[in-house]
């Protein structure tokens, strides 16, 4: 059984930026689809971004132009380069995978998840 630990939370100034890191271990190979969830307070858990093993990436609305996604499967690592950061991006940030073929920003196809990283952003 694999798991996903995530890193590189913290508390930044709004415009600031933050790079998360998520460790995949134990797995036998790279999963097709990795993304980045996450869950503001009250509020329901978002997609923010995903990429597939060949380098597909896919990012909500909402950080457009302000997030990278990158991945690097011969380390099993995935990042989250978020720049620009805004107050609405205060949240808990969660790595995700799954290796169905289809890679979307859909909570139910995600069957690992690691234990959230929080990410503070302030006036």
């Known amino acids: 059984q694999g798991q996903l630990m995530e890193s590189g939370g913290g508390s930044v100034q709004a415009g600031g930026s933050l790079r998360l890191s998520c460790v995949a271990s134990?797995?036998?190979?790279?999963?097709?689809?990795m993304a980045w969830f996450r869950q503001a307070p009250g509020e329901e858990r978002e997609g923010v971004a995903y990429?597939?093993?060949?380098?597909?990436?896919r990012y909500a609305y909402s950080v457009q132009g302000r997030f990278t996604i990158s991945r690097d499967n011969s380390k099993h690592t995935l990042d989250l380069q978020m720049n620009n950061l805004k107050l609405e991006d205060t949240a808990i940030y969660y790595c995700?995978?799954?290796?169905?073929?289809?890679?979307?920003?859909?909570?139910?196809?995600?069957?690992?998840w690691g234990q959230g990283t929080q990410v503070t952003v302030s006036s």
């Open positions: 995700a995978a799954h290796d169905k073929a289809v890679c979307q920003l859909r909570e139910d196809l995600f069957n690992d």
């Open positions: 990429m597939t093993e060949v380098g597909t990436a």
């Open positions: 134990g797995y036998t190979h790279s999963s097709n689809c």
